[in-house]
């Protein structure tokens, strides 16, 4: 069974402060994503990383896939009030069809 | 449709009762899966289907959940009897691709609580 831990699971921070958001398994993953989703929502994708190594960013956040496919980060820069919601990581090879894995999500509060 | 579309939004069943999720994926969507995820909890996959077939049903929790795709569009999600831990948001996701890594869109989910 393949499982992933996200940590922090809860990260209160004032407006213009740095995050970082980890996500880490022993199993390998094909590739690995960053939702994030708000109240009443589904999530919504924010990034796909398929190499081990890779580094993809996107405007304030950078998003790391580690070498081995087992872990991954998301670093925000200087939080906006905006960035406020559940980020959720999920990993995907355990099938054929890509079926997800999810982390149990960072509940990220930005205060303005 | 625009992106997927589930209904209802929410549902308040007694226990004991029986409900219906329906999910409207994409046009054309091949793939579609269903999820469950408890308050504050990331969603932990129920059951996969391509086109009509449903492959994988390992995630659902007991055979009291059932699911069905018949003419490869439109699914419903049946659970029957529900319990109080039933209690929990239902997500249905699509994609046009089947295959690692895809994208998958994401309904705005039904929130179903059992009383």
């Known amino acids: ?112 | 449709g625009a992106g997927v579309s589930q209904s209802p939004r929410y549902k308040v069943a007694k226990r004991g009762q029986d409900v219906a999720l329906r999910c409207d994926p994409i046009s054309g969507h091949v793939s579609l899966f269903w999820y469950q995820q408890a308050l504050g909890q990331g969603p932990e996959f129920l059951t996969y289907f391509q086109n009509e077939a449903q492959l994988d049903k390992s995630g659902l929790p007991s055979d009291r959940f059932f699911a069905e795709r018949p003419e490869g569009s439109v699914s419903t999600l049946k659970i029957q009897r529900t319990q109080q831990e039933d209690s929990a948001v239902y997500l249905c996701a699509s994609s046009s691709i089947v295959g690692s890594p895809i994208p998958v869109t994401f309904g705005s989910g039904t929130r179903l609580t059992v009383v």
């Open chain 1, 1 to 112: 069974t393949q499982l992933l831990e996200q940590s922090p699971q809860f990260l209160s921070i004032q407006e213009g402060e740095n995050l970082t958001v980890y996500c880490n398994s022993s199993s390998v993953f094909s590739s690995l994503q960053w939702y994030r989703q708000e109240p009443g929502e589904g999530p919504v994708l924010l990034v796909t990383v398929v190499t081990g190594g890779e580094v993809k960013k996107l405007k304030r956040l950078t998003f790391q896939f580690g070498d081995a496919r087992k872990d991954s980060s998301l670093h925000i820069t200087a939080a906006q009030p905006g960035d406020t919601g559940l980020y959720l990581c999920a990993g995907s090879g355990g099938t054929s069809y890509g079926k997800l894995t999810f982390g149990q999500g960072t509940i990220l509060t930005v205060h303005p």
